[in-house]
């Protein structure tokens, strides 16, 4: 079946940015809970963006290690739809919150990807990205899409490096499930521009 490619667009921190993406076609917006990063956002900056979604938009939160403690804390007073989880993270801890959740692995070249997708196999997709020493994720980096497997045995959601120039040629190459996009859309570091995410959007659907 040709399935058209899902878009996450990552690191939004306002509510009007983040319904304006909705409404040129995002299927999935991210928030980064990671203090270390220009995108993250507060609770309150949180809660205003998840109240500025239409429906059937999937909210996504991006966490680091993050304490369980406080993570379930968070999910009581947000209704995120989807967790994301960026560090070391075991399965257990992933499936721990009884929320749908996707791992992100940051891929070098003797990263192997089957093993993760055995190892996380009741995650709702695998989010590969580029490995960046010191910096767990939006880092603008693409990696070598020849270390992804073809017959990934979980829905595949491609990152690291895509902008409106080369989502294309990603989506052709790769097949993935979704794309995903921060540092690609915007016009300085932790600031999206709504051109970009256009043309981001058009390009990865036309591609
Ligand atoms: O975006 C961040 O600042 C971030 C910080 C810590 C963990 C994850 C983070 N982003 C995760 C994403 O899903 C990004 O979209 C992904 O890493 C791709 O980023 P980019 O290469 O900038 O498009």
Same mark, same amino acid.
């Given at each position: ?21 909705? $409404? ?5 917006? =991210?928030?980064?809970?990671?203090? %270390? ?6 609770? +309150?900056?949180? $809660? ?5 979604? @239409? ?12 304490? /369980? ?9 947000? %209704? ?6 960026? #560090?070391?993270?075991? @399965? ?5 919150? #009884?929320? %749908? &959740? ?5 891929? !070098? $070249?003797?990263?192997?990807?089957? +093993? ?20 767990? =994720?939006?880092? =603008?980096?693409?990696?070598? &899409? *020849? ?7 979980? @829905?595949?959601?491609?990152?690291? #490096?895509?902008? /409106?120039?080369?989502? *294309? +040629? ?11 996009? *921060?540092?690609?859309? +915007? *016009? ?7 051109? !970009?995410?256009? $043309?981001?959007? !058009? ?5």
């Amino acid at each position: 079946m040709n399935q058209q490619v899902r878009i996450k667009i990552c690191g939004l921190r306002d509510a009007a940015t983040a319904r304006a993406a909705a $409404q040129m076609g995002a299927d999935a917006i =991210g928030l980064v809970f990671y203090e %270390p990063s220009p995108r993250n956002v507060s609770i +309150e900056e949180a $809660q205003a963006v998840l109240a500025a979604l @239409p429906a059937f938009v999937t909210s996504v939160g991006l966490f680091v290690n993050a304490d /369980p403690d406080w993570l379930r804390d968070l999910l009581r007073v947000l %209704p995120l739809d989807l967790l994301q989880f960026h #560090g070391d993270e075991s @399965p257990e801890y992933c499936r721990s919150f #009884g929320k %749908p &959740w996707i791992k992100a692995v940051r891929v !070098k $070249q003797d990263t192997n990807l089957l +093993e993760y997708a055995a190892q996380f196999h009741d995650a709702r997709g695998l989010l590969v990205d580029a490995f960046v020493e010191g910096t767990p =994720g939006g880092t =603008g980096e693409a990696f070598d &899409w *020849s270390l992804i497997p073809k017959d990934l045995p979980l @829905p595949l959601i491609l990152s690291g #490096g895509l902008n /409106p120039v080369n989502v *294309s +040629e990603a989506v052709a190459a790769v097949v993935p499930w979704a794309v995903d996009v *921060s540092s690609g859309v +915007e *016009s300085t570091r932790g600031v999206k521009d709504l051109n !970009k995410v256009a $043309q981001f959007i !058009k390009a990865a659907r036309h591609a």
